[in-house]
């Protein structure tokens, strides 16, 4: 839905499967301003209301494999 309203890159975003079942997803925004102004976005703002119903938002650095120097991860 990002790429849709034109807020991500064109890179494809990666999705990886941490040993505690944590999903993680790498994407880039197309600019840093794009990333404040998507933060006030009705369909981005809803998007992750929907989110949160199933998930909880957390920083890399609480997964436990983010703090060795060569994380494994299974790529999904």
Known sequence: MLSQIGLVSDRKPILMEAA????????????????????SNPAVIAMWEAYEQVCEYVPIGKVPEASKLFSEFVAL
Request: proline share 0%; hydrophobic share 50%; glycine share 10%.
């Open 20 to 39: 505690d079942g944590t999903i993680i997803e790498v994407f880039g925004w197309k600019s840093k301003e794009v990333m404040v102004v998507a933060h």
